[in-house]
């Protein structure tokens, strides 16, 4: 069964540094997503990606971030100077189409999600 | 924007039993509301899902009901198993609307003792 593929699972990191986390979705998806789990919180999304652009992101999803598709098959979160505060699991996901498009078949706006890169932030 | 509240927090059933979990949202433009699993090391996997045109949906030992004027939607599982044991959540999402963003619960850890 395809999946979305997460690495690295755990990334330590220096509060400042950058840090990649990348994603490998389905190979037939469109639509791209992160979001992230802080310890203990809700699942909060973060940004959604579609066509090379971003199609929504959240309040959190401020300056530091950014997201990259650099080739045909990786999906990247950056965070440019790390915080205390952004150690969290991080989880990506994806879907098949736009659910403007598909509305209709459930099935294709399903979000698939990978397996999580835990982030901690020293 | 969507906030969905998601209860209990912790629960523990008996092998056999039933467990249910309930969830309310805010936004009454919600239509689409899925739920997912989250076992151990893995990332959360997709359950089951209820369109607002209908009322109840059941696969196998699972169903979901919702209740669109009271805005709640709830998991039922029944003859509940070991291999059941997991956090739960649920979400909700305007599938017509701005964007594809899920809006989930707090989670739900259910815990199925022999």
């Known amino acids: 069964e395809p999946e979305v593929t997460q690495t690295p699972s755990h990334q330590v990191t220096q509060m400042g540094q950058e840090v990649i986390l990348r994603c490998v979705p389905i190979?037939?998806?469109?639509?791209f997503y992160w979001y992230r789990q802080i310890l203990g919180q809700k699942v909060e999304f973060l940004v959604s990606?579609?066509?090379?652009?971003?199609?929504?992101k959240s309040e959190i999803f401020d300056d530091q971030f950014s997201v990259e598709r650099p080739d045909g098959s990786n999906f990247t979160l950056k965070i440019r100077s790390t915080k205390l505060e952004d150690s969290a699991m991080y989880f990506c996901?994806?879907?098949?189409?736009?659910?403007?498009?598909?509305?209709?078949?459930?099935?294709?706006?399903?979000?698939?999600f990978g397996a999580g890169t835990r982030l901690s932030v020293l | 924007g969507e906030n969905v509240e998601q209860h209990p927090s912790t629960l523990s059933v008996q092998e056999g039993d039933s467990a249910v979990i309930k969830c309310t949202y805010s936004?009454?433009?919600?239509?689409?509301f899925p739920w997912y699993k989250q076992e151990l090391g893995k990332g959360p996997q997709l359950i089951i899902d209820?369109?607002?045109?209908?009322g109840e949906k059941k696969d196998q030992r699972i169903a979901v009901t919702l209740n669109k004027t009271a805005k709640h939607f709830s998991l039922h599982i029944t003859e509940t198993q070991p291999e059941d044991s997991a956090v739960y959540f649920c979400?909700?999402?305007?599938?017509?609307?701005?964007?594809?963003?899920?809006?989930f619960g707090t989670g739900t850890q259910l815990k199925v003792e022999l």
């Open positions: 996901a994806s879907s098949e189409t736009p659910s403007r498009r598909a509305s209709g078949n459930l099935a294709k706006n399903i979000q698939y």
């Open positions: 190979s037939n998806h469109l639509y």
């Open positions: 990606f579609y066509n090379n652009e971003i199609s929504e």
């Open positions: 936004d009454s433009a919600s239509n689409y």
């Open positions: 209820i369109r607002s045109n209908v």
């Open positions: 979400a909700a999402r305007h599938l017509e609307g701005g964007g594809n963003k899920l809006t």
